[in-house]
């Protein structure tokens, strides 16, 4: 339970028993004397700061040799300081929503956003991603010099998908991994989370992609209906044991679909998440599960919001040309005919990785994208209530099976 702030005159002040420090690469961190704690947003504005520019005139930054702590030296007075003195200029780093412009649309390529930008050193594990969507965002990401961590079910098609970016670029090629990943299997999410987190200390970006649609009904090794756990329960377990993985640097994009707005959910139960076969049509299954990636990615920007972490949630495109319909030849076909009109895979991609990259989007959490642009999602996916009403059934499901 939150303890209320007491009253201040300055927004910008700290209440009692905080203090205000920095990192060696310049981003602002709150330290609570009251109870230990530490966190990246101000306790007051929920907003996070970095110091930037020069040292002042006559500061000079040092390693002290007992310690191995970064010092700043004022030259003139010979005053030391464990504290970074750009601190009284620290800038918020976070735009408010209302400021954000939009600079591409509907008609804008994945390439097209990352035009300029070197991600060299930046590491992204995506969901999904041999083909489709989730293989633009893969490839546009690694000719950019990301590293990619392709977590998918199929090592065969993955290594194939692998290979076609290495023909376009042997040294993106080179920065993409497999790891296994079977979402219809907690147990197989598990193993792929603990595989990550013995290879790698840091993950940028973290998208959940995949998704399956059009299914006929059909339960999953842990006894839950296929669409959901594939495109919801399986993505929670993942993200919550990577956490530690995750930083006040990275973002976790969460795929979507407009299709969460015809859900006709108003509160959840089990049933409701994993319907029984008399209850279950194909359709309705997909539009839930969409609504149930809006409100975890809702949910999850607002319980990690103090550790600085960013969470969104997008709709990639309309009856995107891709292997999501092949589960049904009458889908197949509808797909085919409106192909014409629809986005490419390049620019389905582009909503995903503007939320992956994008600068402006920095300390900004919790919103939902459309073309590259924010835009609000239903009313429904606003529920703070059926938001903390899908995590801790989530959090029961996964438990009950853990056993």
């Known amino acids: 339970m939150s303890v209320p702030l007491p009253e201040s005159d300055s927004e910008d002040e700290l209440p009692p028993a905080w203090e205000e420090r920095a990192t060696n ?3 602002v961190y709150y330290v609570n004397h009251h109870d230990k704690s530490t966190q990246w947003t101000h306790p007051r504005t929920g907003k996070m700061k970095r110091v930037s ?3 002042p005139l006559g500061w000079t930054k040092h390693v002290e040799e007992s310690t191995g702590k970064i010092i700043f030296l004022d030259e003139k007075t010979q005053r030391k300081s ?11 780093e976070s735009a408010q929503v209302g400021e954000l412009r939009q600079r591409f649309d509907s008609g804008t390529s994945a390439l097209q956003v990352l035009h300029g930008r070197d991600l060299s050193g930046k590491v992204a594990l995506i969901t999904g991603c041999n083909a489709g969507i989730g293989f633009e965002t893969a490839r546009s990401l690694a000719l950019h010099g990301c590293e990619i961590i392709f977590a998918c079910r199929n090592e065969t098609a993955t290594k194939e998908a692998i290979e ?4 376009e670029k042997s040294t993106a090629g080179q920065k993409c991994s497999f790891v296994k990943l079977d979402l219809a299997s907690l147990e197989s999410t598990r193993e792929c989370a603990a595989q990550v987190k013995s290879r790698w200390k840091h993950l940028d970006m973290l998208i959940l992609n995949a998704g399956v649609f059009a299914l006929p009904y059909s339960t999953t090794e842990d006894g839950f209906e296929t669409t959901f756990q594939v495109s919801h329960l399986s993505h929670f377990l993942l ?3 990577l956490s530690e993985l995750l930083d006040h640097t990275s973002r976790i994009v969460v795929v979507s679909s407009e299709s969460h707005r015809f859900s006709m959910l108003t509160k959840l139960s089990e049933s409701d998440l994993s319907p029984p076969p008399n209850k279950y049509w194909s359709m309705v299954a997909y539009n839930n599960a969409k609504l149930f990636n809006v409100l975890f990615a ?3 920007a607002r319980r990690w919001k103090t550790r600085g972490i960013s969470v969104f949630s997008l709709h990639p495109g309309n009856m995107v040309s891709s292997q999501i319909a092949r589960n049904w ?3 197949r076909v509808l797909f085919a005919l409106v192909r014409p009109f629809t986005k490419s895979l390049q620019q389905a991609a582009s909503t995903t990785i503007y939320c992956a990259t994008a600068h402006e989007l920095n300390g900004l959490t919790g919103l939902y994208f459309n073309n590259c642009y924010v835009c609000e999602p239903s009313g429904t996916s606003k529920s703070k209530r059926m938001q903390q009403s899908l995590w801790e059934l989530s959090e029961q499901l996964v438990e009950r099976v853990a056993k």
Do not use: C, Q
């Open 53 to 55: 520019g020069d040292l």
């Open 329 to 331: 030849w009458f889908y």
């Open 239 to 241: 993200t919550t044991l």
């Open 164 to 167: 076609r970016i290495a023909k």
């Open 82 to 92: 464990y504290t970074d003195p750009r601190l009284a200029f620290a800038v918020e």
């Open 298 to 300: 809702a949910e999850l």
């Open 25 to 27: 690469d310049g981003f």
